[in-house]
């Protein structure tokens, strides 16, 4: 069983309340479909706007997609699929508020998003360093730009990928917009 398999599995889909106001047991299908792992057995995107993350806030299945996503960049999936879990993450991890009803449980998700990426900061420099694509680069760099705590790191992985970074990563134009200060 692949990683993502794994940690879709691992999760408790059913009993999340989901931002379109069913079960969140459908999220396991389209993160499978995103994988490359659905009935096409090929990556096809899913939006999981207005069911994981808004602009405005997260819901309560945001900490497990988070989970999955990372699994997705530790694992064998196809560089569009990356792209797309990717694109994920920087969602829930920019995310700035709880749905109401976990944030009545006492539920912070842009937090404990944010914690569960930070668990995954080597996955995120890899991704950087390995100039795969330019786009992953670049939403990857600003993923870490908002979760590593070391910046002084973060400047020296931007120095020495300032080759391969979108403009906004190599001038720092983004670090305003995505910095969590912890």
Not at 1 to 30: F, N, P, V, Y
Not at 93 to 108: I, K, Q
Not at 136 to 154: K, Y
Not at 165 to 180: A, E, F, I, K
């Amino acid at each position: 069983m692949r990683l993502i398999e794994m940690e879709i599995t691992r999760q408790d889909w059913k009993s999340m309340l989901c931002g379109c106001g069913g079960s969140a047991e459908h999220l396991a299908r389209d993160l499978l479909q995103l994988a490359g792992k659905g009935p096409l057995q090929r990556p096809s995107h899913v939006s999981l706007e207005e069911h994981v993350w808004s602009p405005v806030i997260l819901w309560e299945p945001a900490p497990a997609v988070t989970s999955v996503a990372l699994a997705a960049l530790a694992d064998d999936v196809a560089p569009t699929a990356r792209e797309w879990f990717l694109d994920l993450l920087q969602c829930v991890v920019a995310g700035e508020g709880t749905d109401w009803e976990s944030a009545g449980r006492g539920l912070d998700l842009p937090e404990l998003c944010r914690g569960l990426a930070v668990q995954g900061l080597w996955l995120l420099y890899e991704e950087v360093m390995s100039n795969r694509s330019p786009g992953a680069a670049g939403t990857a760099f600003e993923i870490l730009g908002v979760v590593e705590p070391d910046r002084a790191r973060l400047q020296r992985v931007r120095e020495i990928a300032a080759d391969w970074l979108p403009v906004c990563c190599r001038t720092g134009l983004c670090d305003d917009n995505l910095r969590v200060d912890r």
